[in-house]
């Protein structure tokens, strides 16, 4: 669904030649990720880690056809956000903090105990959960199942920029987020805020490549 929400896009930009050979590498490197990548089971990220082998088969695709790797990850942004803008603007805002958001919230705690009891997938996301009131909450992250996956099918590059994927998905939703640190970045922890009664900026120009 991705490549053919941004075909039109691609195309524009970059031709339909490198459109096509983006899409046969682009598959190729599927191919061989996805038998590779882990079943995490029913995690509370689980729907987040699912997008680690498109997102390592985009990227590689993008830079065997010589394309620098600041300017993959953008497109890999551009990528989210065309899929995205398929999706009717009101059943984003209206299911996308009850749906996202709230599985976040409701499932959190016991995640927090099975990260600290060491009960979940060696690929699973390790976290710390704070209520803040009935509208907030925060979350550390302080594990990545996909930063691990991405590190070893050598697409560490695609890191810190994928992170900047949360604000693009808040965005359209209608959610508040922000965040100081990711482990992309080389921080300890993604201390990442969530609202569900809030804003959050996108696209680039409004400051997008200043945050983390």
Not at 79 to 98: C, D, Q, S, T
Not at 122 to 151: P, S, V
């Amino acid at each position: 669904m991705g490549l053919w929400a941004s075909k039109k896009r691609l195309q524009q930009e970059y031709g339909k030649e490198f459109y096509k050979d983006f899409v046969r590498m682009a598959g190729k490197n599927f191919n061989y990720v996805l038998p590779l990548t882990p079943d995490i089971g029913e995690s509370t990220f689980k729907f987040n880690f699912a997008f680690t082998p498109c997102y390592i088969a985009w990227y590689k695709a993008f830079l065997s056809l010589m394309m620098d790797n600041k300017t993959a990850v953008t497109w890999i942004w551009n990528i989210n956000e065309e899929m995205m803008l398929l999706i009717p603007r009101f059943l984003l805002k209206h299911y996308g903090a009850k749906v996202y958001l709230g599985g976040f919230r409701k499932k959190a705690p016991a995640h927090e105990i099975n990260s600290d009891q060491n009960k979940l997938h060696a690929y699973d996301y390790k976290i710390r959960y704070r209520a803040i009131d009935e509208h907030t909450f925060e979350i550390d992250f302080y594990q990545c199942g996909m930063k691990r996956l991405c590190e070893e099918q050598g697409a560490a590059g695609l890191f810190p920029g994928v992170c900047r994927i949360d604000y693009l998905i808040s965005h359209y939703i209608g959610c508040g987020f922000c965040r100081t640190k990711t482990l992309g970045d080389g921080d300890e922890v993604c201390n990442c805020r969530y609202s569900t009664h809030g804003h959050c900026s996108w696209p680039l120009e409004e400051g997008l490549t200043e945050k983390k």
